[in-house]
């Protein structure tokens, strides 16, 4: 490829995929990933990658804006100021394209920013979404179904939560076969066909597969029907009941999970042979990784949207570039940074170029810390606002990696947790707590710099304050402060 010839760019996250499932990360039980592991041959692979928060929407902003969670100023989800999106198509004159089966990124909270072109699967609107949602007779009936009766029932005769969270539950399912059922694959490769070739593209594209719930769960619970509903649990119940918790066979969903992945994993490769096929792989610069992973009661923490497990923030990432030469890199890195690896590599690409250097960095570079911000249950249906504030799962919970130490702190109580990472998978281990001089220093030095983060959205210019009101309003309405 020729320095001069701009790249393309294709952004695909797999929602909710974390590392330790993946074979090449060293997982004991892991899904069959036939397209990732050849995508791994091909690729720079981290081994240490973080996302930059534990749900959907805060990891998107980062991985779009460069900006770290922690640059946030308040402990709700920030309004978007300007995009790589943007930057891209009113810099460089890419012709974007966004392609979703996840509702938040097309909820009108600006994550569309900047994409000439959105296409969502079955099932999904984009008109109104969170007004709607906040407004509707459905989150009435949350709300009494995660009332304060229903959980006090719930606690004394945890058996009635099968018929209550059935009825969600199965609603879920039934919508989970609408949005993932991999139109926007179809729609990508017609784009990919159609678009004019006088201008590089940037695609992002999100797929929910291992996103809960879990699809054919006859395959997974042959144990009856009461097995069966303790899988349907909601994850607001399984937080507020701990009796419920404890019943959830979680190997039966783990399972199920890994079938998921391997369904995501199929659509990886139906998007890459798309590329193939268009004649432009040889200039389209890939990165593979997914927004935040999965919990299964690890530390008490169910799915994800609560805590810093490391179920949740580890996650694959995958870069594969023209001349780059595929390779391992042990070093810490944050989601946050591909904004930053995408615009270097478009002003200035090819293997000799600076993104290429910041990609596969000297194993002799200055030791980093990078951070996961673990925000408390993220709570659409406004039914956990103010209770359980004792509950670790209701609590941020900012995660730091910094060697071979894991450092999690509890912003209320500056409580500092700490793992040596050579003793095993931290959700494994117990952590220990740090006292006097050692928690001062560990608050001082690394989590407040983090949280006292104000940095300047990196690309493109500040929206119209109108548009900050807008988004801000459509937060509000769905429960964010």
Not at 13 to 42: E, I, N
Not at 46 to 66: E, Q
Not at 260 to 282: F, N, T, W, Y
């Amino acid at each position: 490829m020729e320095s001069a010839e701009p790249p393309n760019v294709l952004l695909v996250v797999l929602d909710c995929l974390r590392a330790k499932s993946l074979s090449r990360w060293g997982g004991s039980r892991t899904a069959r990933t036939p397209v990732l592991d050849r995508l791994a041959d091909q690729s720079v692979v981290f081994d240490r990658a973080i996302a930059p928060s534990n749900w959907t929407y805060p990891s998107h902003y980062a991985m779009l804006n460069g900006r770290p969670t922690g640059a946030f100023p308040s402990p709700g989800v920030p309004p978007i100021h300007g995009s790589l999106a943007h930057w891209l198509r009113q810099e460089h004159r890419y012709e974007t394209a966004l392609f979703t089966e996840n509702d938040l990124l097309v909820a009108g909270l600006g994550l569309e920013e900047g994409f000439s072109s959105v296409r969502t699967s079955a099932g999904i609107t984009t008109a109104d979404l969170w007004e709607s949602n906040a407004n509707s007779l459905v989150q009435s009936v949350r709300r009494i179904v995660y009332g304060d009766r229903v959980v006090s029932l719930l606690r004394q005769l945890p058996a009635a939560g099968l018929a209550i969270s059935a009825v969600e539950g199965l609603w879920y399912q039934t919508r989970k076969y609408a949005v993932a059922d991999g139109r926007i694959v179809h729609d990508f490769d017609q784009w990919l066909t159609h678009r004019s070739r006088s201008s590089p593209f940037f695609a992002l594209i999100n797929v929910v597969d291992a996103h809960e719930p879990f699809r054919n769960a006859s395959e997974w619970s042959r144990a009856g029907i009461r097995r069966l509903g303790y899988r349907l649990v909601s994850r607001n119940h399984a937080l507020m009941v701990p009796q419920l918790r404890d019943r959830i066979p979680w190997s039966d969903l783990e399972r199920g999970y890994l079938s998921e992945i391997a369904r995501a994993d199929a659509k990886v490769g139906e998007i890459l042979r798309a590329v193939d096929q268009s004649g432009e792989a040889d200039r389209t610069f890939v990165i593979v990784t997914a927004d935040h992973g999965q919990s299964f009661g690890e530390g008490g923490f169910v799915y994800h949207g609560n805590g810093s497990a490391e179920s949740v923030t580890r996650v694959p990432l995958l870069v594969r570039a023209p001349g780059l030469r595929p390779t391992r890199t042990a070093r810490w890195v944050s989601l946050s940074e591909i904004p930053g690896w995408i615009a270097s590599w478009v002003e200035e690409p090819g293997p000799e170029g600076p993104a290429a250097a910041e990609l596969a960095p000297s194993p002799d570079g200055p030791e980093r810390v990078v951070y996961c911000d673990g925000r408390p249950a993220h709570d659409t249906a406004r039914v956990l606002r103010g209770r359980y504030p004792g509950e670790l799962w209701n609590r941020r919970l900012v995660a730091a990696y910094c060697g071979d130490t894991k450092y999690v702190a509890d912003t209320e109580s500056h409580v500092v947790y700490r793992w040596d990472l050579r003793n095993g998978d931290p959700d494994a281990v117990d952590p220990e707590a740090l006292d006097g001089l050692e928690a001062t220093t560990a608050w001082h030095e690394l989590i407040e710099p983090f949280l006292s983060q104000r940095l300047p959205a990196p690309f493109a210019p500040e929206l119209h304050p109108d548009e900050d009101t807008r988004v801000l309003s459509a937060l509000r309405s769905w429960g964010y402060e």
